[in-house]
């Protein structure tokens, strides 16, 4: 896997897909700069060692061309702000003005292009325009897993133009690294604890960690599925009927291969959808009727504690309540908390996909984690096994 450590890019030109598609507010001012800092390292690296830094990127999805709201010339001050250096942006990312701002610049300069979206040919992956972005550098370095899953121009495409010169960024190989120490590691226990709403959405990814695992965790709604399959009243919860013989599948398969399931045996129960609700602990397998568990209860917190405080490797994905209700955020918290201690004990602990990764933000548990995910959908493709096509490119 060659990434920007294996070049020296003094003198050199790097062309580098980042992963700019930050929230703006009504004033187009940047209202979140994580990924203009998770981009940071790499732009460092290349630009103390002398080279130049021509950074794309998308924002927003723009459908009629060239549409002011959607410029990154909004973004400008704060990525000059983040660098702590003056950022040279282009009214456009491919053609002659491009060509000659970059030509203009000096080693250590960062060149910023205009939204790639404004050209179709982006999404469509269109080979010539993927030329044209080749144009502007001597090395592509692809720093954006947010966009790694998806085969456009400036993600996957350009990268043949470089039959050598191509590599991850510094944010990408975290990504792959952390990935491939859950995936693939030789430590062991491997736990992961899965949440969320639907078995129906985590399907996918089952059936892939069965084989890397030895502990699976499951929470969230998606638990009611597996516990109504084991003969289970679980009352008004959320539940996928045609769903049933598939989480007895899942259970069959876990056993087959040695895996240990463990499903909450208690749950926070509640008369509504709401924070005003009435609520009371119950076995998860005994929801009176018109009630729904909407959190796990304390003796499943207290099982998934030691499961998590045993573990070597942890991937945490998806919530184990609805913590976007106070009420029923304490599963979510606690498990937070047991992971955090568990990580500074020395287990790995890897953040990925949608919920989890913000609800660990939102509850202020994010340093405390070895490594949280910046990409929700592209890291849900790498858990179901996919080569992802931005990925694969650099390997080629
Ligand atoms: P997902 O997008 O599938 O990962 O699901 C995340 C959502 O699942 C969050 O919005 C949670 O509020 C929701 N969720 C977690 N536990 C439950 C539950 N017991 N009942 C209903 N929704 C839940």
Same mark, same amino acid.
């Given at each position: 896997m060659k990434t920007i450590n294996d070049f020296n890019f003094q003198g050199k030109k790097a062309i580098i897909r980042v992963d700019f598609n930050v929230p703006l507010n009504e004033l187009f001012q940047v209202t979140d700069d994580n990924r203009i800092?998770?981009?940071?390292?790499?732009?460092?690296?290349?630009?103390?060692?002398?080279?130049?830094?021509?950074?794309?990127?998308?924002?927003?999805?723009?459908?009629?061309?060239?549409?002011?709201?959607?410029?990154?010339r909004h973004i400008v001050s704060k990525v000059e702000e983040v660098l702590g250096k003056k950022v040279y942006f282009v009214e456009d990312c491919i053609g002659e003005e491009v060509a000659k701002v970059i030509g203009q610049a000096q080693p250590g300069e960062v060149v910023l292009l205009e939204n790639l979206r404004f050209y179709n040919e982006e999404e469509a992956g269109d080979v010539d325009f993927a030329k044209q972005l080749a144009q502007h550098g001597d090395i592509y370095v692809n720093d954006a897993f947010g966009t790694a899953h998806r085969a456009h121009a400036s993600t996957t495409i350009v990268a043949q133009f470089f039959p050598q010169d191509k590599c991850f960024g510094s944010l990408l190989a975290k990504e792959i690294e952390s990935i491939d120490k859950v995936l693939n590691s030789s430590e062991k226990p491997v736990t992961a604890v899965l949440g969320g709403s639907k078995v129906s959405s985590k399907i996918t990814i089952i059936e892939n960690i069965l084989d890397?695992? /030895?502990?699976? #965790?499951?929470?969230?709604?998606?638990?009611?599925?597996?516990? &109504?399959?084991? !003969?289970?009243? %679980?009352?008004?919860?959320?539940?996928? /009927?045609?769903? #049933?013989?598939?989480?007895?599948?899942?259970?069959?398969?876990? &056993?087959?291969? !040695?895996?240990? %399931?463990?499903?909450p045996v208690d749950v926070v129960a509640a008369d509504a959808f709401s924070n005003d609700a009435n609520t009371q602990i119950v076995d998860a397998n005994e929801i009176p009727d018109g009630w729904q568990g909407l959190d796990v209860g304390t003796k499943t917190l207290e099982n998934f504690a030691k499961v998590v405080a045993d573990s070597k490797i942890i991937l945490w994905n998806g919530p184990l309540g609805v913590f976007e209700l106070e009420k029923f955020a304490k599963g979510t918290i606690e498990l937070g908390n047991y992971i955090s201690k568990a990580t500074a004990n020395g287990t790995f602990s890897l953040v990925g996909g949608g919920?989890?990764?913000?609800?660990?933000?939102?509850?202020?548990?994010?340093?405390?984690?070895?490594?949280?995910?910046?990409?929700?959908?592209?890291?849900?493709e790498m858990l179901e096994g996919r080569v992802l096509p931005g990925i694969d490119a650099i390997l080629k």
């Open positions: 800092l998770a981009a940071k390292p790499t732009i460092d690296k290349i630009t103390n060692e002398g080279g130049i830094a021509v950074l794309m990127s998308h924002l927003g999805r723009p459908k009629n061309g060239k549409e002011d709201k959607f410029s990154l890397k695992i /030895d502990h699976m #965790i499951i929470g969230g709604g998606m638990m009611f599925t597996f516990i &109504k399959a084991l !003969g289970g009243k %679980i009352g008004n919860s959320i539940v996928e /009927d045609d769903k #049933i013989q598939l989480a007895l599948d899942i259970l069959e398969k876990a &056993k087959q291969k !040695g895996v240990q %399931i463990h499903i919920d989890s990764v913000a609800a660990v933000k939102q509850f202020g548990l994010e340093k405390q984690m070895s490594y949280v995910s910046t990409g929700g959908g592209a890291m849900l």
